[in-house]
């Protein structure tokens, strides 16, 4: 394997851990940019309908090497780069590379027991003008740890359900509500607590966030439950619902979800 001057190179031995992000990102987008520098990697796109903001940040610290002559930003069909590493495996490696003799390309190369047994060159697209600001968190009512798992279970079984979901939480609990035109519902919560069976008058105070929001924009990320145990759901009234997780060793990711009632994500 050959060993070029590089403006960006980077490799992870959890190779397993980019492929979920990527699938993620695949869900939602159909070109990223990478804005790369000596720290680390960032992506933050918003979807064509702009139902959906992503804040993914990889930390070059945490990779087993990591450089960057200059900052750069990598633009790549995202497709194309999930049909490159789709099929790695959890023992595999993955090294990015921007060489100085192929500056147009991303080079991606997949080690097994420390072999290189798979190169592939993906040509970079051109840089589009981005400036996207991220919600502030002082917007935010409520803070709530969850289960992946448990959560992206609910998802799945609502969407047999409806094609919308309420979601409503307090301080200590989400419930999540699939109603099918009013002939059943299903109530799921998790947490402390019932949000709708508070019984003391502290609860029945509770300033409650309740929203609405199409469950397809929720399956876009159950692959986050591959990468992470545990998530952060955050509700604000006037924001769109965020939940952020530990993308393996390697970074965290940030996802903002519009609800159906508002005008805008940004």
Do not use: W
């Amino acid at each position: 394997m050959s060993n070029p001057s590089c403006f960006f190179k980077c490799k992870t031995l959890e190779g397993h851990i980019l492929k979920y992000v990527v699938e993620v990102l695949q869900n939602n987008f159909k070109v990223i940019y990478f804005d790369v520098d000596a720290s680390g990697m960032n992506v933050r796109n918003i979807d064509d309908n702009q139902n959906i903001m992503l804040d993914v940040t990889l930390d070059g610290s945490r990779f087993v090497s990591f450089q960057c002559k200059s900052p750069i930003t990598i633009g790549v069909h995202i497709d194309h780069m999930f049909k490159v590493i789709k099929n790695i495996k959890k023992q595999d490696s993955v090294s990015l590379i921007v060489a100085e003799d192929e500056p147009g390309m991303l080079r991606v190369d997949i080690e097994r027991d420390s072999v290189c047994f798979c190169t592939s060159k993906l040509p970079l697209q051109t840089v589009q003008l981005r400036n996207i600001d991220l919600p502030p968190t002082s917007k935010y009512a409520h803070v709530i740890n969850l289960s992946s798992r448990d959560f992206f279970k609910i998802i799945k079984e609502v969407s047999t359900i409806s094609d919308k979901v309420q979601v409503t939480t307090t301080p200590s609990c989400i419930d999540i509500l699939s109603d099918n035109s009013g002939m059943f519902s299903k109530t799921f919560s998790i947490g402390t607590g019932t949000v709708g069976t508070s019984t003391t008058t502290d609860e029945a105070d509770v300033d409650k966030v309740t929203s609405t929001f199409y469950v397809q924009e929720f399956q876009k990320f159950a692959k986050i439950s591959m990468v992470s145990s545990m998530f952060t759901i955050r509700t604000g009234h006037t924001v769109p619902l965020c939940f952020e997780a530990s993308i393996g060793q390697i970074g965290q990711l940030k996802a903002y979800i519009k609800h159906i009632d508002l005008s805008t994500i940004l």
